[in-house]
């Protein structure tokens, strides 16, 4: 036999497959994969941005919000601040008023005390006055 077979039914040449018939469909599988991974890398790449951002705006509302708890913490430090000087103004206020009080309740006591003896002597003349009118009659 020749280089060129022949069909068994001598009728030409045998047939021979398209070398390249393998070759496209297999560089088809191999792009349709390439093209697949490459999705696949835009759409992992895509939740990895749209949760880089979901996390960054969550840190920018906490963070925000914890500087509005900062203020209110320092807003509130100066509140307290202004309340215990207010607190140490009228317990100053207080001891002076306890002071007078306690001052006007000595001279009061001194005065009762005054008065009762007073009371006391004029019990004390008047009983005399009636022994001394006894003795006159």
């Known amino acids: 036999m020749d280089a060129d077979a ?8 045998v047939p021979q497959p398209a070398p ?6 297999q560089a088809t ?3 349709a994969r390439q093209a697949s991974e490459g999705m ?55 001891d002076v008023a306890r002071r007078r009080a306690d001052g006007e309740g000595n001279k009061r006591g001194l005065a009762e005390e005054a008065m009762r003896m007073a009371d006391e002597r004029v019990d004390r003349t008047a009983a005399e006055a009636d022994a001394l009118r006894e003795e006159i009659r």
């Open 6 to 13: 022949s069909n068994p039914d001598g009728e030409g040449p």
């Open 20 to 25: 390249t018939a393998v070759q496209p469909a």
């Open 29 to 31: 599988a191999a792009s």
């Open 40 to 94: 696949n890398r835009e759409a992992f790449l895509s939740d990895l941005e749209s949760s880089y951002l979901a996390v960054r705006a969550e840190r920018d509302r906490l963070k925000s919000s914890a500087e509005e708890g900062e203020a209110e913490a320092e807003r509130l430090r100066r509140n307290v601040a202004e309340l215990r000087a207010a607190v140490a103004e009228k317990d100053g206020e207080l």
